[in-house]
C-alpha cells in the first residue's frame, strides 16, 4: 500500500452502511471546493454510505467552516463532519489569519467533541497546487477526507 491516503486500500476501511456523515464547503473558491465535494461524496458511496446518509451544507468562505462544522455536531445526526475549503495565498496576511483560524477552530472541536471533524481545507500558495490536491497530480484531498472520515467515525482504543 503506497503511503499516499488517496491509494488506500478498501480492504481495510470499516464498514459504515448504516454511519451518517456531514459535510460542511466553502463556496469561495468553488471551482475548487465543488471538486473536493465531488471526491467525498463519491468515495463514500464507494465505501458503501447511503446516498441519504450524506449531508451537505455551504458555508461563504473557509473562516466559516468552524461554525458550520459546530452546528452539524450539535445536530446529533452524524457519525463524523468533514470540512472543505481552500484558501490561496495572496499579497496580504488576510491567508494567515484565515488559516490560522480555520486551524484552531478545528483543533478546538475535535478536542472537544464528541464526533471527530475531520479537516480538508486546502492551504496553498497557487491555484496550481489546489488543483493539483483536487483530482490533479496529488489525488483528491476530499476523497482522503471521507475516508479519513470513515475511520475516525470507527475509531476505538483496544
Known amino acids: 500500500?503506497?503511503?499516499?491516503?488517496?491509494?488506500?486500500?478498501?480492504?481495510?476501511?470499516?464498514?459504515?452502511?448504516?454511519?451518517?456523515?456531514?459535510?460542511?464547503?466553502?463556496?469561495?473558491?468553488?471551482?475548487?471546493?465543488?471538486?473536493?465535494?465531488?471526491?467525498?461524496?463519491?468515495?463514500?458511496?464507494?465505501?458503501?454510505?447511503?446516498?441519504?446518509?450524506?449531508?451537505?451544507?455551504?458555508?461563504?468562505?473557509?473562516?466559516?467552516?468552524?461554525?458550520?462544522?459546530?452546528?452539524?455536531?450539535?445536530?446529533?445526526?452524524?457519525n463524523a463532519v468533514i470540512v472543505l475549503g481552500c484558501v490561496i495565498k495572496g499579497d496580504t496576511p488576510h491567508f494567515d489569519y484565515v488559516c490560522m483560524g480555520v486551524t484552531q477552530g478545528i483543533a478546538q472541536l475535535n478536542a472537544t467533541a464528541n464526533i471527530p471533524t475531520i479537516f480538508g481545507m486546502l492551504t496553498v500558495?497557487?491555484?496550481?497546487?489546489?488543483?493539483d490536491r483536487c483530482g490533479g497530480s496529488l489525488g483528491n484531498k476530499g476523497s482522503e477526507a471521507a475516508i479519513t472520515a470513515i475511520k475516525m467515525a470507527n475509531f476505538s482504543c483496544k
Open 1 to 78: 500500500m503506497s503511503s499516499k491516503l488517496h491509494s488506500y486500500n478498501p480492504e481495510f476501511i470499516p464498514d459504515c452502511s448504516s454511519q451518517r456523515f456531514g459535510i460542511v464547503v466553502a463556496e469561495w473558491n468553488a471551482h475548487i471546493t465543488d471538486k473536493l465535494l465531488d471526491g467525498a461524496i463519491e468515495t463514500f458511496l464507494a465505501n458503501h454510505v447511503k446516498p441519504e446518509n450524506i449531508e451537505v451544507a455551504h458555508v461563504p468562505g473557509s473562516f466559516e467552516l468552524t461554525f458550520g462544522a459546530k452546528q452539524m455536531i450539535n445536530s446529533n445526526k452524524f
Open 125 to 131: 500558495n497557487t491555484e496550481q497546487q489546489a488543483f
